[in-house]
């Protein structure tokens, strides 16, 4: 079979590349000290100009916008009850203090970056992935986007990045759920920022 026969969605397939290389290029080159700033430029404004400029489409087709927000504050306040259980636990363990609990930042600076990082891991891979892999993989796209997502978290902690696969699936299941990257973003930022305090990393 020739490669023009293989009909595959040139955006599909440009979203899967383009991603592939914006982890690739974060992970190597920052052009800021302030991460976040990294991660936003990377994960959020690249993505969103290949949207708008390169597909010609709205950001709300890959889940830049406010959704089933009934359904969302209903997700993320139940996800929200269970992490504060969970991470009140898991973050006293050994392994998450050494990681998290060395951190100095105050509780605002903590949420104030937490919030800008995870705005860009969140779009890049619960909106600008999953939407886009959704068109030619349906419901696997939920699963698919936590791939890259796990991998990505290769230098925290081994508890931490083994349960991705699984924390990045149901992520995804509520951006699918709501039509929006919105949740899982407030979900992630909660749970990091959670994750910091309870661990004792904030000054």
Not at 12 to 23: D, K
Not at 44 to 69: A, H, K, Q, T
Not at 149 to 157: L, V
Request: hydrophobic fraction near 50%; include cysteine; aromatic fraction near 18%.
């Amino acid at each position: 079979m020739r490669l023009n026969q293989l009909k595959m969605d040139w955006k599909v397939v440009t979203t899967i590349v383009v991603s592939t290389l914006l982890l690739v290029l974060h992970h190597y080159r920052r052009p800021w000290d302030y991460w976040p700033a990294n991660s936003l430029f990377y994960w959020l404004v690249i993505p969103l100009v290949f949207i708008m400029i390169v597909y010609r489409e709205r950001p709300s087709e890959y889940g830049f916008r406010l959704g089933d927000w009934k359904a969302g504050l209903a997700l993320t306040a139940a996800a929200w009850a269970g992490i504060t259980l969970m991470m009140f636990v898991l973050a006293r363990t050994d392994v998450l203090q050494s990681y998290y609990g060395s951190g100095n930042d105050s509780l605002g600076t903590l949420i104030l970056d937490k919030g800008l990082d995870l705005l860009g891991w969140e779009f890049l891979f619960r909106g600008f992935l999953l939407f886009a892999l959704y068109r030619v993989c349906g419901p696997y796209a939920i699963i698919l986007q936590a791939v890259p997502f796990t991998i990505a978290h290769w230098d925290k902690p081994e508890l931490e990045t083994l349960s991705c696969i699984f924390g990045g699936s149901a992520f995804g299941y509520v951006a699918w759920r709501t039509r929006s990257f919105l949740y899982p973003f407030l979900i992630h930022w909660f749970l990091s920022c959670v994750t910091v305090v309870f661990a004792g990393g904030v000054a």
